[in-house]
C-alpha cells in the first residue's frame, strides 16, 4: 500500500507555471505507474498524464501535451507535474494516484480514474486570466 500527499499547488496568472509533487509513502513506490488527474468545479475527474513506474514511458491528455511534464524520481519517493503555460481552464483540484497493477501488467499506461488504486487528497491549482 502506498500513502500519497500533493502539494505546489496555488494561484497563477495565465501564461504562468506550477510544479506539482506527489510524494509517497512505503517502500513500494518504485514499483508502481503513476498519474496525475484533475477536476474542476461541477465536472468529472479528468486524466492529465501517467507516467511507468521506471520512468522510461509517459501519456499525456491532447490538451497538455507540449505545456505539462510528469516526471518520477523513486530515489525520493516523488512524481512530479510541471505545468507551462497555464490557461484559465487548467483550474481545477490536481490528485496524483498509483496504479497498484504488478509485474507485466504494468505495461499499459491507464487513463480512466477506476484503474487507480491510491489517491492523494489532491491540491488547488487556480489560473486567472
Known amino acids: 500500500q502506498v500513502q500519497l500527499v500533493e502539494s505546489g499547488g496555488g494561484l497563477v496568472q495565465a501564461g504562468g507555471s506550477l510544479r506539482l509533487s506527489c510524494a509517497a509513502s512505503?517502500?513500494?513506490?518504485?514499483?508502481?505507474?503513476m498519474g496525475w488527474f484533475r477536476q474542476a468545479p461541477g465536472k468529472e475527474r479528468e486524466f492529465v498524464a501517467a507516467?511507468?513506474?521506471?520512468?522510461?514511458?509517459?501519456y499525456y491528455a491532447d490538451s497538455m501535451k507540449g505545456r505539462f511534464t510528469i516526471s518520477k524520481d523513486n530515489a525520493e519517493n516523488t512524481v512530479y507535474l510541471q505545468m507551462n503555460s497555464l490557461k484559465p481552464e487548467d483550474t481545477a483540484v490536481y490528485y496524483c494516484?498509483?496504479?497498484?497493477?504488478?509485474?507485466?501488467?504494468?505495461?499499459?499506461?491507464?487513463?480512466?480514474?477506476?484503474?487507480?488504486?491510491?489517491w492523494g487528497q489532491g491540491t488547488q491549482v487556480t489560473v486567472s486570466s
Open positions: 507516467i511507468s513506474w521506471n520512468g522510461g514511458n509517459t
Open positions: 494516484a498509483a496504479d497498484g497493477r504488478r509485474g507485466m501488467q504494468r505495461i499499459s499506461l491507464r487513463v480512466l480514474s477506476r484503474d487507480y488504486d491510491y
Open positions: 512505503g517502500r513500494t513506490f518504485s514499483t508502481y505507474n
